[in-house]
């Protein structure tokens, strides 16, 4: 069986400026994998070639053998890939319990006359969408807030609601763009353990975008390495951290240890 | 030689476009609102111009000035009194105030003198027509271009060249850091409202010196075609605006010369639409597009 | 078994508004201003709701609904009038008729969005106008004549149609669909969620309501012209959804009767009432941005819970 995810020379130009070019990726079912780089490497913009926010100007993206170049944002997630943004993105003005709802849309069947005339379809599924989403808040410890607007939940428990509405589409493969972003030590710790915790249970592929190096070097088995739009390394953590092209990138900033 | 002629009408009905197009166009540069109150404020110009020079017997110079004056004093009093509050205010309140705006200035001018509309007096301006390739011009319509192309150099000169400008540009580009930079934001905006709207003032004018006939809801079609003007060229680009107005004024007058008159004002939204399906950023905009 | 309990409670209601209306009517206590002031509520309080659907569910700031109601008119005139067909399905087609020209529209304008969306349909609104002013067949701007037959039953049937189709579409997984595209739409995209689908289908199907009204409000009047179908029309309308407030189908049956009521005592001062509107739209969105209701409906005030929209 081949990799989940093949990125094979992918990269997109905005009108004369080349943000990521030449971007090689593998990555394996069940693997927990880290993308880092300075700021304005091409970390986020790569993660919107993957997701079909940005159609790639070059290269190929393949999930489970499948192209991915030219899909929609809707279509590439419910291919199997989901995600989460670096800024959060809930709807703000819907309930806790309606946000995960809304993920599992594509996974119900009823169509819109259904719903209009209320067919027995609608309550069926309307139904079933109820309890998943409700088990799904169990997991994430956020059913006692399930009527509350997204808006009004602190911000820790936000990046966790996006976690779980990403998790919600039930994807294979999950994006993770910059989850521990605004977090003191406390809430990061809990975060590591989320990620350990939902990989295991749902049988997850991750990648994710992470500043904070002791998070990325602490959890991810391998780690790539973006700067100026290239991938300038990949290998696990230990390569990672005494890579000279990596050490150059940093320069001035230190790579730290595992136990920083 | 009807074609050229036509141009000609065509350039001039563009320039008065254009002039209304600025106003849109800076303001939206600036605080992001489709202010649809300019094209009454084009409205109350033409009104004051008219009793400034048939009441007061002005010419037109003098006339034109003091309607760019009162212009500039009540565009800035609009901002002042519904748009200040709105800098924070949703996209969608900000645009339905600017509508509300524009309705009660209309039906206040109706309310205050009545619907009835006025006649310019036409000998504001010489009007002899000579004979250019064989096509009939009057001077009128050349007088009003040479006007309307000053104005714009004026405004040129501001944008480029003075303090304000200068201002008005880094306001535009980042408010917030044009106000860590120490710029008076909130009078950089009256500023662009005040020169905005002394432009849709002349505007006015210069209607109603061309085409005779003013009535109180005479601002809603050529405010809304300004608008298509300023979208067309790029909207927040000044030198678009201007070029916007002047090819939407040409194209109306080719769609009435070919016999479609009704359908000129069709032209307009058509055009609208088809910029914004294939170049939402005009003529002279770039791409932007949401970050993610 | 709460939302059974609410559709009986919502048909029990409307039984009980519609045998009012009908005996005040049959009885002569309301005279023909009256009835007709009534009928005229029901034609806004459909506009409203379904141009509700449009902005205040799907957040896509359309402003030339107007451009519908009058598809919706002139089609459904044409059919009673030139066709001799029944008015029952006079309504039918117009309002097919309109939701085609929703489709029309929505597919290549949805994708813009904010004011440059509202810009457009603007735009579109003011074509079509412009395009039965030229159609000599129905009488260019001299407009069309035709027979008085919308009644109170018959506009009363279209009302409670239209609210609890539009009520269906928004409590269900289609519904929240177009919250997720209000609220955020990169993230509802990025859920699965096929974004152009819905604005378009949302759109389509104001449309489609729109030009039901469109159906009544040709037969209520004795003749109807493109100058009733202005971007003032589709003002009006607008009025109706933010004062409302956005996303609140009750706040914009309020808003709606509200309005109807106190323009139809100004008609004879309509500069009065426009300024009464201008003021009423500018200090709401000054001081109330929310609108009367926010995003709440009338039932939240009664229930314990209080839920966002588009719950259950």
């Known amino acids: 069986m081949g990799a989940l995810l093949q990125v094979k020379n992918a990269g997109i130009q905005f009108g004369g400026l080349k943000a990521v070019s030449g971007f090689n990726m593998e990555l394996n079912q069940g693997e927990l994998v880290g993308l880092i780089g300075p700021n304005g490497a091409g970390k986020t913009t790569s993660f919107n070639l993957l997701t079909g926010v940005y159609v790639p100007t070059e290269g190929d993206i393949l999930f489970n053998g499948k192209r991915l170049n030219g899909l929609a944002p809707y279509q590439v997630t419910r291919s199997g890939i989901s995600r989460t943004f670096q800024n959060i993105r809930l709807f703000s003005e819907l309930s806790v319990l309606d946000n995960v709802k809304v993920a599992y849309h594509s996974l119900a069947k009823h169509s819109i006359l259904s719903s209009i005339f209320r067919l027995p379809s609608h309550f069926s599924e309307e139904k079933v969408m109820e309890e998943k989403s409700l088990e799904f808040l169990k997991i994430f410890q956020l059913d006692r807030y399930k009527d509350e607007k997204a808006k009004n939940l602190p911000y820790g428990q936000q990046r966790r609601l996006e976690i779980a509405r990403a998790l919600a589409a039930s994807p294979k493969l999950l994006l993770l763009d910059e989850p521990a972003a605004g977090m003191n030590p406390q809430e990061t710790h809990e975060l590591m353990e989320l990620i350990a915790f939902i990989r295991k249970q749902f049988d997850l592929t991750i990648l994710l975008i992470e500043h904070d190096m002791a998070l990325v070097m602490g959890i991810c088995e391998r780690i790539y390495v973006l700067d100026h739009g290239q991938l300038i390394a990949a290998g696990s953590p230990d390569e990672i951290r005494n890579h000279p092209k990596v050490i150059e990138a940093y320069l001035g900033e230190e790579v730290p240890s595992e136990h920083a | 030689m009807e074609w050229l002629q036509q141009l000609i009408n065509g350039i001039s009905l563009g320039s008065i476009y254009a002039l209304i197009a600025l106003g849109y166009t800076m303001v939206y540069g600036i605080i992001k609102l489709i202010n649809f109150a300019h094209g009454d404020v084009f409205m109350v110009g033409a009104f004051v111009g008219f009793y400034a020079i048939k009441g007061w017997g002005l010419g037109f110079f003098p006339a034109l000035l003091f309607s760019m004056a009162f212009c500039a004093v009540f565009g800035v009093l609009i901002e002042r009194i519904a748009y200040k509050r709105l800098r924070n205010a949703t996209r969608i309140a900000a645009l339905i105030t600017a509508i509300g705006m524009s309705l009660l200035i209309e039906y206040g001018v109706i309310y205050a003198r009545g619907a009835q509309p006025e006649a310019y007096p036409d000998n504001v301006l010489p009007s002899t027509s000579f004979n250019l390739f064989g096509a009939q011009i009057s001077s009128q319509s050349l007088f009003i271009l040479g006007v309307s192309v000053g104005l714009m150099i004026i405004l040129q000169f501001i944008v480029h060249r003075t303090k304000i400008g200068k201002a008005m540009r880094a306001v535009s580009h980042d408010m917030d850091a044009a106000r860590l930079m120490g710029i008076n934001v909130d009078r950089t905006i009256s500023y662009t409202f005040a020169i905005g709207s002394a432009l849709a003032g002349a505007a006015g004018v210069i209607f109603g010196v061309y085409y005779t006939k003013i009535e109180p809801l005479m601002g809603i079609i050529p405010g809304l075609k300004a608008f298509v003007a300023a979208v067309l060229g790029g909207i927040g680009i000044i030198p678009g605006a201007m070029v916007g107005g002047l090819i939407l004024g040409v194209v109306e007058s080719i769609v009435s010369a070919l016999g479609f008159s009704l359908w000129r004002d069709a032209a307009a939204f058509i055009i609208l639409i088809l910029i914004l399906i294939f170049r939402p950023s005009g003529i002279f905009g770039k791409n932007t597009r949401e970050k993610v | ?312």
């Not at chain 3, 399905?89 to 994708?111: E, F, H, Q």
């Not at chain 3, 990025?190 to 974004?195: D, K, L, Q």
């Open chain 3, 1 to 312: 078994m709460k939302k059974i309990n609410k559709f009986w409670l919502f048909l029990i209601l409307a039984v009980v508004i519609y045998g009012i209306g009908q005996a005040l009517i049959q009885t002569g206590i309301l005279n023909a201003f009256y009835s007709n002031m009534l009928i005229l509520m029901i034609i806004n309080i459909i506009l409203a709701v379904s141009l509700h659907l449009v902005i205040g569910i799907t957040g896509q700031f359309s402003i030339g609904h107007a451009g519908f109601l009058a598809v919706g008119a002139y089609v459904s005139a044409i059919i009673t009038m030139k066709f001799e067909l029944p008015f029952v399905l006079a309504i039918i087609i117009g309002g097919i008729v309109a939701a085609l020209a929703g489709l029309l529209v929505g597919i290549p304008t949805l994708r813009l969005r904010g004011d440059y969306l509202a810009i457009a349909t603007l735009g579109f609104g003011e074509i079509i106008r412009i395009v039965f002013l030229n159609i000599e067949y129905v009488g260019g701007a001299a407009g069309m004549m035709v027979s008085n037959i919308s009644t109170w039953t018959s506009a009363f049937v279209c009302l409670v149609i239209t609210i609890l189709v539009i009520s269906n579409f928004t409590n269900s997984r289609h519904g929240r669909a177009c919250i997720a595209i209000r609220e955020n739409e990169i993230a509802a995209d990025a859920m699965g969620i096929n974004t152009t689908f819905y604005k378009v289908a949302a759109f389509a199907i104001g449309s489609f309501f729109a030009g039901i009204a469109g159906g009544l409000f040709s037969h209520n009047f004795y003749i109807i012209q493109p100058t009733n179908f202005g971007f003032l029309k589709s003002f009006d309308i607008l009025i109706f959804v933010v004062l409302g407030g956005l996303g609140s189908l009750s706040g914009s049956v309020i808003a709606a009767i509200l309005l109807t009521v106190i323009s139809t005592y100004l008609q004879q001062y309509p500069e009065t009432r426009m300024i009464i509107y201008s003021l009423v739209l500018v200090v709401v969105m000054l001081y109330r941005p929310q609108g009367l209701m926010g995003t709440r409906e009338i039932t939240d005030f009664f229930g314990k819970k209080k839920s966002a929209k588009g719950g259950n």
